[in-house]
Structure formats: structure tokens, C-alpha cells
């Protein structure tokens, strides 16, 4: 699907998701308490999830979510742009942890590890 | 803040973005890449990151014309940066707590308390930092936590974590943990090198790595054996004789043994005596390391 400008794509959230990539996913979790600039999001990320985004990484997903619609940009503190999940961006990640969590439960009944 | 040279790695990566991305993001970019560094992260696998992110915008922006120079770009940055295959991966694995804590580390002594500061104003936490005069072992490593005055309860959570201090004896606090949605307050009080003649925060074992005593065979000596080396030393010498301090001026008996000490400023030891040379903890600290 092209991108024009920095009109929203359509598409479902678990689809529009998985082809934007696990950064993507990594930061609207972190995005969805509170909004966070770069420097916080990499803090969070590294904390919940125990892996250190690179920045490089990290600008290109923002990007990429941004052009999709799922999150926004807040006004500038100082040089520092915070971002916010957006109401779609929100119902994508809740889709796609719902998947997730699916695939989960599957895997860990055929590996009979329990908790499911 | 970035070496020099990474600095300009950096830049140079950046510069390899559109400009519409460097009019929006070039400022704020710099800026993470100084704080990660700080934070201890590599400055040439921040640049490779950027150079990377680079080569992606590149292509989205303008795909066929700008897929040579892209290409070029990335051959001229993985042999001017020298990258290690590992560092190909942006997504790599760091400690974390999996728990709803945050732990606070400090992986920068020379900037412990500016790191300490950053990072709890960024999570809010009501924690102030200072400074104290400290040993040199001690340095950039966490002398005290002090929890606030008015205390909520929350504040019996803030949890030390020690680790390695300067020179290699163990129990330096280099980080602590404390709930991520901690709203106690407290104060944080960091090491930082002494002028000469301060006094340090907590006297720390002369005989321990680091320290200006370690590995110096005095331990268990006889007093008389002793003396030249300490005299040698250029220090003010306060004796402790069975719990009662003397002076410089007031040498112990030369046949009481050397058993512990402290250090008090960079100009300034404490030397415990004994009628006995028993091997107690500071004699065990001093023998359990290499020297």
C-alpha cells in the first residue's frame, strides 16, 4: 500500500503491526501509559522488555507508526518530541496482543509447559 | 558525553538521513546519542544504528535513485566504523528487572551523580543527588541512601545493589531498585574524589583494593617493622591502641602488630594495634585479594 504524505494506512491493526515490525510493537507498548520521548521510550523498553533499541531503530518505527496513524507527535519540549498512542494505534496493539497471546497458548500446550 | 571521535561518528551518521528527517529529528538524534553514550552504550554502535536508520530512510524516500548511494554509504560506514558483526543487530539484550521495579545504575563513575539525576527526574522520582568526598575505591559509587523525612512507607522499598568498586573489592553500591511508581523521597549521596585533606564519608578499610594500604604486606606486622613504610607514606597517622586514639606525635609500642585501619582523608590514616596479630576482617580482605 503507498504512503502518501503522512496520511494514515488502512488496513487491520494485528496486520498493520506485524508488517511494521517488533520495534513497532515494543513502542506503542511503552506508549500506552503515557506518552514518552525517544530517550524515555529506550529507558522503558530496556526495562520491560530487556532489550536495547538502537536509535536509528527507534526513529525509523516512529516514523513508520506515525505515516500508519497509530501514533502522534506532541508539541516539541525543547528539542525533545514526545509522542502519544493514538485510539488506532491502541486497537492495533490490543489486536495484536490478542494474537499473540493465541499463539502463545498454543505453543505452550503442545510444549505441555502448563499455564494455559 | 560521546569521545570525540564517536562524536563525529555520530554526526557523520546523521547527516546521511534526508534532510526533512534531520530538520525534524537531527537535534533531538544528537542529543539521545549523547545520553546513551553516558548511559554507557557504545558511541560507535549508536552511530552504525543511525547509519542504518539512515540507509532505510534513504530508500523509502527516493528508492531507485538513492539505492547506490545508499549502498555506497554503507560501504564507506562499516569500514570507516570497523563494526563487529554483533553489533549488526539495533535489538540487543540488556539487564532488566522483569518485575514492575526500576533498578538505577550507574555505569559511569565520572558522571555517576549527573547519570543518577537524569534518571530519576525522568521517571519523576522525588530523589535528590550530592556529592560526597569519598575514597578513592569509592568514587562515582553510592555512599548512602538516605530516605526522606516524611517518610510514606513506600521508602522502605528503594533496595542497594552492590557491586565492584574502583580497584576491585566488592560491596560498592552501584545501583539501587526501588518500584516504578515510587513516590517516597529520598536522597542519594554519590562519591566523588576528596581535595586533599578532606575528610571522607565513611572511613573506608585502608587494607581493602583500591586503597592506599592494599597489598602493602603491613598487615600483621610488628609496629616496628611497620613505621618506615607508614612514615614513608607522607601522612598524618592517627594510632588506635585498643580503642583509645593518639597522635602522629604518639607512637604505640614497637612490638604491638599492625591489624586493620581506615582510611580518614587522602593526608590522613587510622591504624589499629594490637597486642595480638590476629588475622581479623580487615587482614582477610587484604589477603583475599590478588596483589
Redesign the interface.
Known amino acids: 500500500m503507498a504512503v502518501r504524505g503522512r496520511e494514515p494506512e488502512r488496513g487491520t491493526g494485528r496486520e498493520v503491526l506485524r508488517r511494521a515490525g ?2 513497532s510493537v515494543l513502542i506503542l507498548t511503552s506508549l500506552a501509559d503515557c506518552p514518552k ?4 521510550l ?2 522503558d523498553i ?12 527507534l ?2 518505527a516512529l ?1 513508520r507508526l506515525e505515516k500508519l496513524g497509530l501514533i502522534e507527535a506532541l508539541p516539541a519540549d525543547d ?3 514526545p509522542y502519544r498512542i493514538t485510539s488506532a494505534g491502541a486497537m492495533s496493539l490490543r489486536d495484536h496482543l490478542d494474537s499473540l497471546e493465541r499463539v502463545s497458548a498454543v505453543g505452550r500446550l503442545r510444549l505441555a509447559l502448563g499455564g494455559v | 558525553m560521546p569521545r570525540p571521535q564517536h562524536d563525529r561518528l555520530i554526526q557523520a ?1 546523521v547527516r546521511c538521513y534526508p534532510t526533512s ?1 534531520r530538520d ?2 537531527g ?3 544528537l ?3 549523547g ?2 553514550v553516558r548511559d554507557g ?1 557504545s558511541g560507535v ?2 552511530a ?7 540507509a ?2 534513504q530508500l523509502v524516500v527516493r528508492p531507485c535513485r538513492r539505492l547506490a548511494a545508499t549502498l555506497s554509504a554503507l560501504l564507506v560506514g562499516v569500514t570507516l566504523i570497523g563494526v563487529p558483526l554483533v553489533l549488526l543487530d ?9 518485575s514492575n521495579k ?2 538505577v545504575s550507574i555505569s559511569n563513575r565520572n558522571d555517576a551523580a549527573g547519570q543518577l539525576e537524569s ?1 530519576f527526574r ?1 521517571h519523576h522520582f522525588k530523589i535528590g543527588v550530592e556529592e560526597a568526598p569519598s575514597s578513592p575505591s569509592q568514587v562515582g559509587s553510592i555512599l548512602a541512601v538516605r530516605p526522606g523525612a516524611r517518610g510514606t512507607g513506600e521508602n522502605a522499598v528503594l533496595r542497594e545493589i552492590a557491586g565492584p568498586c574502583v580497584g576491585g573489592a566488592s560491596g560498592c553500591i552501584d545501583a539501587i531498585a526501588l518500584p516504578r511508581h515510587y513516590i517516597g523521597s529520598a536522597e542519594v549521596l554519590v562519591g566523588r574524589p576528596a581535595a586533599p585533606g578532606e575528610t571522607y564519608f565513611g572511613s573506608p578499610k585502608i587494607f581493602g583494593p583500591g586503597e592506599m594500604l592494599h597489598c602493602s604486606g603491613l598487615l600483621g606486622k610488628a609496629v616496628s617493622t611497620a613505621l618506615h613504610t607508614l612514615r614513608g607514606l607522607h601522612v598524618k597517622i592517627v594510632w588506635d591502641v585498643g580503642g583509645s586514639r593518639t597522635g602522629d606525635a604518639t607512637t604505640p609500642s614497637g612490638s604491638l602488630y599492625v591489624v586493620g585501619g581506615n582510611a580518614l582523608s587522602a593526608t590522613s590514616i587510622l591504624i589499629h594495634v594490637s597486642s595480638k596479630a590476629s588475622t581479623n576482617h580487615d587482614y582477610a580482605i587484604s589477603h583475599g585479594q590478588r596483589c
Open positions: 517488533e520495534a520521548h525517544g530517550y524515555a529506550i529507558l530496556k526495562e520491560f522488555a530487556g532489550l536495547q533499541l538502537g536509535p536509528g531503530t526513529y525509523g516514523d528539542r525533545r518530541h | 551518521a528527517w525534524r529529528h537535534d533531538e538524534a542529543e539521545l546519542a545520553l546513551l552504550v554502535s549508536v552504525w544504528s543511525y547509519l542504518t536508520g539512515a532505510r530512510a539495533s535489538l540487543t539484550p540488556a539487564s532488566a528487572d522483569s526500576v533498578i534518571v525522568l
